[in-house]
Structure formats: C-alpha cells, structure tokens
C-alpha cells in the first residue's frame, strides 16, 4: 500500500519497527504480550505441562495471550487512534488489522469511539489463519477432523460443538466475556468467541482462494476471499545467497534426464529442534544421487547442532526466503504454518506436511483436501514417514498439477487489487481528493 501512494502507520511489536520504516512506514510500537501478562513465564510454563497439543493448547493460548490481554491493547489502539487525530484532524483513518488481534473488536460491541471521532474508522479484517468460526459443516475448530459433508457428520459436528462448548471450549467463552466487559464494552456477543472475530469488522478478507477453504454453507457473512499475497521476493532483491546456491541453479537449466529433485525444508521459526523434522528430512535422501534437499533454519544465525553429519547431497543456511527457493523446488516439507502453505500455493509448489500442534492440523486437513499436500500425521516423522510422503508427491503428478491451478486461481484474483479496491470503497470523497 506504501508503494501505491498511500500513508501507512503501522501499530504493532517492536521486531517490525525497522522493516516498516524501511519500507516508508511510520510506525508505533506495542509491547509483547508476555510483558502485558502479570506472569508470562508462568503461562509458558503452563503451556508446556499440556499434553494434548489440540484444542486444550490451543484455548491456553488464546485465554492468555489474546484474550487476557486485550483490553490494554485495545487501550494502546486507542491512543494511537487520537494521537493520528489530533495530527491531522481532516484525514479520514481507514483500520486493515488482522482478525485474531481482536483490538478494534470492544468498538463492535459498544465501547465509545476514541475522542475526536463521531464514528469509529471503517474496518478491515485479515484472515492470516483457517476460518475458524463455528460452522455446521465442521467439527470444532483445532480437533484437525476431515471435512465431511455426509448427514452422519453434520450430526457429528452438532454434538461435538455442544460438548466442546460446554468442556474445553469453556475457560474460552469466560474469558472473552470478561475482556470484552474490562474493555468497556456495553454488549456482549453470546456466541462463540472466534464467531465475533469476523462480525466486528466492517468487511473481512481471507487470504488465500476459495478452493484452499471448506465449501462452508454458513460462512461468516461479512467475509469475502482475497486470494493469497503474491511472491515478495523479486531477482534482484538484493538478499545475500549461499555460497551454494548455483547448485540450485545449475540443477533448475540441467537436461531432464540429469536434473535432481529439489526438496526443501523447513521448520519455520519458532520450532527450533531440527530433531523434529529438518534432521529426519537430511536422513531420509542421505546421498541420493537424484535428490538435493535443501535446508534453511528459519532464523538468522542459527546453526546446526555439532556432530550431525551433512549428508553430501544436502544444503543448509540459516535464512531463506521461501520465495527465493520455492520456484526451485519439487516439493516442500514444513509443519504447516498458514503462511509456509500460502508461498507454496503462489509459487505452485505441493508440500508434505508435518502439522499437528495447534492450528496447523486444520491447515494440513484443508491441504490434503485441496489436493496439493500429502498429511505426514505426526509432528516428529520418522525418516521412513518423511520419504514414504516425499515419493508419493513426486511419484504423482496430480499433486503438482493442482498447486499449479491454486498458484494460477490465486493470481487471478489479484489480492492486493481487491484490498486495495476495498479501501477505496471505503474512502469518502474528501480524502480521495486530498490523496488524488
């Protein structure tokens, strides 16, 4: 949006600050949500003592740090809201925040706009994870159950959101009612809590396709799909490459009959136990002759572990943009974070997943049913996992033919034409002429 000519002011954590005023952003700072927390180690510690990485992680997670802490970041939003007010009282403010940060939710529900408004700005939701709002057509959100349409299911579904709701969902529904009353809401929504998440905004878009979703006959009403964010990573973008890097370029110009198989891997950034799943990748085509796998740690600086024996056909760094080596690649295997599946979809890339920890069951099971991914069923394969997953995508052609039809769907429908085309919508008559 900067590079389209629009102001941008970004509220968010510290680790951004330098990326957005590079990009000509200004920018305001919020503190973690550990700091926001009266003992965040404690709630970590917790976190960790829970066995079951399903829903009740996942409702630890979302009591504690988004819940729990909203309304002193409902507070921070506010301020800033007035401080860009009083700055330049003529500027109409328009809000894209992403839905499950929940800041601008308590103004939905009849918290009074911040001082100097007569309305609260137009609002625009991002989905940055699966839909998650109750639906009749799916089990409970985080269970990781298989999209099923049959009656039996539909009546599957009904039962289990009645008792997730009355069991593990629970400490979830008391907790979103006392964050919305501490943020000085006037009303409070008795639904399911993630089913406010998509009414509060004035608009909501999910970033990615409509065939990377479930066909939901009760989808949220005001959300529309996006499609997924484009490549960010051009030709001459300047990032340094490895000192290996013209093997992948060699391989990508080799004749068909000598050109290798590209597979590449990553545990994304938080997981930092390459035992889980990089390791086991490397073991998996130690030294085949057919086969480069190539490696990126997810976190500059970091380093294998000493004693690990690279097998001769691996690569690894530290940091690699998926963009960078996607196009490359024949496959790739990553423990399906939204965004890893999304630049695998953009770059037309099918993916072997090794996702069971809170959402990332959800975004394998949409993969598998989208056609372009082959479920691993563990968060810590073995190497025979990881190899029996990798040859079944490359041995088949579908899966590849169907990343390349998500990668042309997604292209199609131009994502930031639409968000941009919303804005717009959006914007009333006196800032189009200020920014015109």
């Not at 809201?81 to 403010?93: A, E, F, N, Y």
């Not at 539909?154 to 959101?161: G, V």
């Not at 943009?321 to 599946?341: E, H």
């Not at 029996?388 to 579908?398: F, H, I, M, Y």
Request: proline letters at 7%; a negative charge.
């Amino acid at each position: 949006m900067i590079k389209r000519g629009y102001p941008v002011f970004f509220h968010g954590g510290v680790q951004f600050e330098k990326d957005v005023v590079v990009m000509g952003g200004e920018f305001g700072p919020i503190p973690s949500m550990l700091d926001l927390l009266p003992d965040g180690l404690a709630v970590l510690e917790a976190g960790k003592a829970i066995k079951d990485h399903r829903l009740p992680l996942f409702v630890h997670g979302l009591v504690n740090f988004l819940y729990n802490t909203m309304p002193q970041r409902t507070q921070l939003l506010e301020e800033t809201l007035v401080r860009l007010k009083q700055r330049d009282p003529d500027r109409q403010i328009i809000i894209i925040h992403e839905l499950c940060s929940m800041n601008v939710m308590p103004f939905a529900y009849g918290r009074p706009v911040p001082m100097g408004y007569d309305s609260f700005p137009k609002t625009i939701g991002i989905g940055a994870v699966n839909i998650s709002a109750p639906s009749r057509d799916t089990a409970p959100f985080s269970m990781g159950l298989p999209y099923d349409p049959s009656p039996a299911c539909l009546l599957r579904n009904r039962e289990l959101h009645k008792l997730a709701d009355q069991g593990p969902w629970l400490p979830l529904f008391k907790a979103a009612t006392r964050a919305m009353r501490e943020s000085g809401c006037t009303a409070v929504s008795n639904d399911h809590p993630f089913a406010s998440w998509y009414d509060a905004p004035d608009v909501c878009f999910q970033m990615c396709s409509p065939s990377m979703e479930y066909p939901l006959s009760d989808m949220p009403p005001k959300l529309r799909f996006a499609g997924c964010l484009p490549p960010r990573v051009s030709g001459d973008s300047g990032q340094a490459l490895p000192s290996w890097w013209d093997d992948v370029l060699e391989n990508g110009v080799a004749e068909n009959n000598k050109k290798k198989k590209i597979v590449f891997v990553s545990q994304g950034t938080a997981h930092i136990d390459y035992n889980q799943l990089i390791l086991p990748s490397m073991e998996a085509f130690r030294d085949r002759d057919d086969v480069i796998v190539i490696v990126t740690l997810g976190i500059r600086g970091a380093t294998l572990e000493d004693g690990f024996s690279v097998p001769s056909n691996a690569r690894w760094t530290d940091f690699l943009a998926y963009d960078r080596v996607l196009p490359y690649a024949d496959v790739f295997v990553c423990n399906a974070g939204y965004g890893s599946t999304s630049h695998a979809v953009t770059n037309g890339t099918p993916v072997v997943l090794a996702g069971e920890v809170l959402d990332k069951k959800e975004v394998t099971k949409r993969a598998v049913y989208a056609g372009y991914a082959w479920d691993l069923e563990s968060a810590t394969p073995s190497t025979e996992q990881i190899k029996k997953g990798v040859e079944a995508v490359l041995s088949d052609r579908r899966f590849k033919t169907r990343a390349m039809e998500l990668k042309i769907e997604n292209e199609q429908m131009d994502c930031m034409q639409i968000i941009q085309r919303q804005i717009l919508d959006f914007t009333d008559q006196n800032s189009k002429s200020m920014a015109g």
